[in-house]
């Protein structure tokens, strides 16, 4: 498993643009998912050109929630690639240039290996790939309480590490896990690094993380 981060509040390259909002490209399975799409298409495009992403090659892109600094560049993303799968909580709407929109109200599976875990809390779904190591769970912002977000991904299987934002949720949510990039609107992130530091990972676009 293969994640870049295509876009964050901080730039892990100095060639990419920093920008409030989260973007990243999975690639795991066999399968190309750009999950989430930042707040700015032409940011989203520019990071991407830059990272050698061609739009043309993604399949599938998974939105966790329906905030703007996680859709604003869909639309532009759509524009060069609409033969895609978009798979949506059923709070975000609107969608229609798409090949194909599938809404996620609870835990599913999308192919062999990778799950979302469904809308929870009537805002944010997950994505959860299976690894060799365990469950790795790609989160928008962690608007549930981790605790949810990580006792429904252990439905399939044991955890072992989450990357993405985490909001507001305390530090000590996170116990037992492996791995941990904090990214986005964590508002912790001191306090998680301290906490564990043989864990944390650190994110910003140009990032990339192979499991």
């Given at each position: 498993?293969?994640?870049?981060?295509?876009?964050?509040?901080?730039?892990?390259?100095?060639?990419?643009?920093?920008?409030?909002?989260?973007?990243?490209?999975?690639?795991?399975?066999?399968?190309?998912?750009?999950?989430?799409?930042?707040?700015?298409?032409?940011?989203?495009?520019?990071?991407?050109?830059?990272?050698?992403?061609?739009?043309?090659?993604?399949?599938?892109?998974?939105?966790?929630?329906?905030?703007?600094?996680?859709?604003?560049?869909?639309?532009?993303?759509?524009?060069?690639?609409?033969?895609v799968?978009?798979?949506?909580?059923?709070?975000?709407?609107?969608?229609?240039?798409?090949?194909?929109?599938?809404?996620?109200?609870?835990?599913?599976?999308?192919?062999?290996?990778?799950?979302?875990?469904?809308?929870?809390?009537?805002?944010?779904?997950?994505?959860?790939?299976?690894?060799?190591?365990?469950?790795?769970?790609?989160?928008?912002?962690?608007?549930?309480?981790?605790?949810?977000?990580?006792?429904?991904?252990?439905?399939?299987?044991?955890?072992?590490?989450?990357?993405?934002?985490?909001?507001?949720n305390?530090?000590?949510?996170?116990?037992?896990?492996?791995?941990?990039?904090?990214?986005?609107?964590?508002?912790?992130?001191?306090?998680?690094?301290?906490?564990y530091?043989?864990?944390?990972?650190?994110?910003?676009?140009?990032?990339?993380?192979?499991?």
């Amino acid at each position: 498993m293969r994640i870049t981060i295509i876009y964050d509040n901080t730039a892990f390259r100095k060639d990419l643009q920093a920008d409030w909002g989260f973007s990243a490209l999975i690639e795991a399975r066999g399968k190309k998912i750009l999950f989430d799409t930042g707040a700015n298409g032409s940011i989203l495009l520019s990071n991407m050109q830059k990272l050698a992403i061609d739009p043309k090659v993604i399949e599938d892109v998974f939105i966790s929630h329906y905030h703007f600094d996680h859709t604003g560049g869909l639309s532009a993303f759509l524009e060069q690639n609409n033969d895609v799968t978009v798979w949506l909580p059923p709070s975000f709407r609107g969608v229609k240039t798409a090949a194909k929109v599938v809404a996620l109200a609870k835990p599913a599976r999308l192919y062999e290996g990778i799950f979302s875990t469904g809308e929870l809390e009537g805002i944010e779904q997950s994505l959860c790939v299976n690894t060799e190591k365990g469950i790795v769970v790609i989160a928008g912002c962690s608007h549930p309480r981790m605790t949810h977000i990580l006792e429904t991904a252990e439905q399939f299987g044991k955890v072992y590490g989450i990357i993405g934002g985490f909001h507001g949720n305390r530090p000590e949510s996170l116990k037992g896990l492996n791995l941990i990039c904090a990214t986005h609107c964590t508002q912790y992130i001191r306090e998680i690094k301290s906490l564990y530091p043989e864990q944390y990972i650190e994110g910003g676009a140009g990032k990339v993380i192979e499991i």
